[in-house]
């Protein structure tokens, strides 16, 4: 059974910083596209950021882009988000998800091409 599991939310303060992971656990995502996603309190899911099978091409949303890195360890089945200079707006639940149907694939910025979802992990950035 396949699953992501998010881990290193929490409480920070504005300016801060956080080090998201999802770690898969069952069949290996190493040949497949993994995006973060996130949900603001009352707003609809968004995209945050994506990365290619290998780690070498990734694309972020433009409020993000000089703020938060996306990385992935293929060999720990782990894909990370390191967010920094964060904002109250950035308060959100953050969910990782893997496209198991494109192999080595770029990735899609549409949540409605990932097949497998976290649970998602709380991020709040007091101001």
């Known amino acids: 059974q396949v699953q992501l599991v998010e881990s290193g939310g929490g409480l920070v303060q504005a300016g801060g910083s956080l080090r998201l992971s999802c770690a898969a656990s069952g069949p290996t995502f190493a040949h497949n596209p993994m995006a973060w996603f996130r949900q603001p309190p009352g707003k609809e899911r968004e995209f945050v950021a994506v990365i290619n099978w290998s780690g070498g091409t990734s694309y972020y949303a433009d409020s993000m882009k000089s703020r938060f890195t996306i990385s992935r360890d293929n060999a720990k089945n782990t894909m990370y988000l390191q967010m920094n200079s964060l904002k109250p707006e950035d308060t959100a639940i953050y969910y990782c998800?893997?496209?198991?149907?494109?192999?080595?694939?770029?990735?899609?910025?549409?949540?409605?091409?990932?097949?497998?979802w976290g649970q998602g992990t709380q991020v709040t950035v007091s101001s």
């Open positions: 998800a893997a496209d198991s149907r494109r192999p080595f694939a770029a990735g899609s910025v549409y949540s409605s091409d990932y097949d497998y």
